[in-house]
């Protein structure tokens, strides 16, 4: 079954600094991953999907990467801000119908 | 906006009561989904609809029975629940039931609570 990990839980770093998060996966055949944004209490903000055939998706101040083989992710977020403080989620699609979600990194930016 | 909204967005209810939560996307997908969100824990997937016919059902207990009367509605029907029911429950919608472009799209969820 496929497991999805994120580290770390959670993230503190003051205003302008840049940073990464990390995803792993358990399996390699996944159709994409898609990194998600969720404010207190509230939906799922898609941020980036990254095809299993690319290697990186951006989108203004994010960058995902993508390497398969090894089954990890990355999303970069640059020059962060006070209103990037949200839970981070990544998820895997192996197959049909499916999203399989890590627990996400908790991010808070300090002004 | 998501496109995707979810009514009520808050629901108190005692353990014999029967209620349900409603989805509606306004994006034209085919495919609707509920998972379940619970403190510390990942997203659990409970169903998915595909051109409004049921294509999983990740062994979720009978007292929770969806709905897809269309590809725009979904529905979650709910009885004699368990105050560890108590959880977000989040809709969503992609273009597609599988395959390469099923980037899901999420509305903003009900938070439910069990007495």
């Known amino acids: 079954k496929q497991e999805v990990t994120q580290i770390p839980a959670a993230l503190s770093v003051p205003e302008g600094e840049n940073l990464v998060l990390n995803c792993s996966f358990t399996d390699s055949a996944i159709y994409n991953l898609q990194w998600f944004r969720q404010d207190p209490g509230k939906g799922l903000t898609s941020l980036l999907l990254i095809q299993s055939s690319q290697r990186e998706q951006t989108s203004g101040r994010l960058n995902a990467s993508l390497d398969k083989s090894s089954g990890r992710s990355t999303l970069y977020i640059a020059a962060s801000q006070p209103g990037d403080s949200a839970t981070y989620l990544c998820a895997v699609t192996p197959g049909a119908n499916n999203l399989f979600f890590g627990t996400g990194t908790r991010l808070t930016v300090i002004p | 906006e998501t496109g995707v909204t979810q009514t009520p967005r808050h629901l108190v209810m005692g353990m014999t009561n029967k209620k349900s939560l409603k989805c509606e ?26 051109f409004k016919e049921q294509t999983e059902n990740n062994s979720v207990p009978s007292r929770f029975s969806p709905e897809c009367p269309n590809s725009s509605h979904l529905f979650l029907h709910l009885h004699t629940l368990q105050p560890e029911d108590s959880a977000l429950y989040l809709c969503a919608s992609s273009p597609e039931g599988q395959g390469a472009y099923n980037e899901q799209f999420f509305g903003p969820g009900t938070r439910l609570t069990v007495l």
């Open chain 2, 25 to 50: 996307q306004h994006l034209g997908h085919n495919a609707m989904y509920w998972y379940k969100q619970s403190a510390k824990k990942p997203l659990e997937l409970m169903f998915v609809y595909n």
